[in-house]
């Protein structure tokens, strides 16, 4: 049995029903809140599987933040499941540090800020994606985070999904390398296997690198 953590990501409505049941049967995996569309969906998923097992996830930069960030904090849950939801949950699961050199119960809240603690995004892409779009480098990440008031974020390279797995993740890891609030995904394809197992044995070890990503 494989009881590493999974997260299933970019569910949208479309396929909740089915992501909530694979929920109920596998403890280990969670679920991302991202392209929340639909009233009340947030709740649903609360109800279904608890807050403990649900983190943010924008997409951006394909998608906008604000929507699904908005979701969560406007949902008729407790302030403490949004904690969870938004920061708490992604820190436990991904290893992260704290963020700011703060823990959550003692996060400086900065003017103009929606949310009472750091904020954490698991679903972020980098450099150039095969969509109309303004696609940019690492910077154009950070000043999104800075605008929709994201505190960290974890990333994997758009090119490794459509174009070169290793060097879109070879791409990423010098990007976010100085960035001490971005991690990484590495991204593998279960169609190349060996160059796969390669790759996760390359980031196993790097700093920020704290899962793998399989796009299906």
Not at 204 to 214: N, S
Request: charged share 20%; with cysteine.
């Amino acid at each position: 049995d494989i009881e590493i953590p999974i997260v299933l990501s970019a569910v949208s409505y479309a396929t909740l029903s089915e992501a909530l049941s694979v929920l109920a049967d596998a403890p280990h995996f969670s679920l991302e809140a991202c392209r929340v569309a639909l009233p009340g969906q947030v709740e649903v998923m609360v109800e279904q599987v608890g807050a403990e097992r649900i983190m943010f996830g924008s997409w951006a930069p394909t998608l906008a933040q604000r929507p699904s960030l908005d979701a969560i904090l406007c949902a008729e849950i407790d302030e403490q499941d949004k904690a969870r939801i938004l920061s708490s949950n992604a820190r436990r699961v991904f290893g992260l540090p704290p963020i700011g050199s703060q823990a959550v119960e003692t996060y400086a809240v900065p003017p103009g800020r929606a949310a009472p603690y750091p904020v954490v995004d698991v679903h972020q892409h980098n450099g150039p994606w095969p969509f109309p779009g303004r696609w940019g480098g690492i910077e154009l990440n950070l000043r999104l985070m800075e605008r929709c008031g994201i505190d960290a974020a974890i990333v994997s390279s758009g090119e490794t999904i459509v174009d070169d797995m290793v060097g879109g993740n070879a791409r990423l890891a010098r990007a976010i390398a100085d960035h001490p609030n971005l991690f990484g995904y590495v991204v593998v394809n279960p169609r190349q296997p060996a160059l796969s197992a390669r790759e996760l044995e390359r980031y196993a070890d790097v700093p920020h690198f704290v899962g793998a990503k399989v796009h299906t």
